[in-house]
């Protein structure tokens, strides 16, 4: 499989990058995790023979600014929509008049769904400790254990979801050493996350737009993880990876 980062940026969009946008292609699917801005590279990205999956952690607008997209696309088997518990009546209030186009006016059929999925793969979730409610993914996809996890601060479940996977991607919210709240995480405390859970590689995206204000400054933040746990990348928007 390969996973795109097409939005690596927190809270809102600069020169630094799209908000939080990814994509995992596997042989039979085409997940996508959030929808930040960065949604709109997707177009481009897509295997439009198969379907099109896209999992929202929560509902802050960085999250899911993109989807005012979705009348774009005209893609033949749908697009599923995957939240947390509890949030699909707030998602559909969004997608709505005035906000959004009705989503029975769009040429692709677009479906919402809370858990449990009914899915060809395997999905696990926990909720994760954030100011609103906020969903990690643990997806089991080509004998490769993908976890997603944004936007979260220091949690058990974080440890517990991220257990022994061969990919763990999550946020480096604050930068090394300020920790306002724990709301995000710092880059080391994403990096001792996937140290305590015997995860394989970590990718730290969502960088604060306000404290991130040069590649610098995240480089500082992959040092400041790289003392802590050596299989850590942060990537920029259009990178990927092949796992």
Known sequence: ?????????????TSMGSTTCSLVKTVNENIVLDAGSG???????LDYSKPVYIFLSHLHIDHIEGL???RKFDIASGIKILLGPDM??????????????????????????EPPYDLPFNVETLPLAHAVPATAFRFSLEGKIVVYALDTGVSENLVKIAK??????????????HKPDN?????????RAALDSG????????????EYLTFQDRNEALISAQKIFK??????DGNSIVL
């Open 68 to 70: 005012q997209i979705l």
């Open 88 to 113: 699909k009546k707030e998602l559909e209030s969004f997608l709505r008049p005035p906000f959004a186009p009705p989503l029975s006016s769009l040429k692709t059929k677009i479906e919402i769904f």
């Open 164 to 177: 022994n996977a061969d990919l763990l991607i999550t946020g480096a919210g604050f930068f090394p050493g």
């Open 183 to 191: 709301n995000l995480l710092m880059p080391e405390e994403g990096a």
């Open 1 to 13: 499989m390969e996973i795109f980062f097409l939005g690596t940026n927190g809270w809102y969009e």
């Open 231 to 236: 299989n850590v990348i942060a990537p920029k």
């Open 39 to 45: 949604f709109y590279r997707v177009e481009k990205l």
């Open 199 to 210: 995860a394989k590689k970590l990718a730290l995206i969502h960088f604060k737009a306000d």
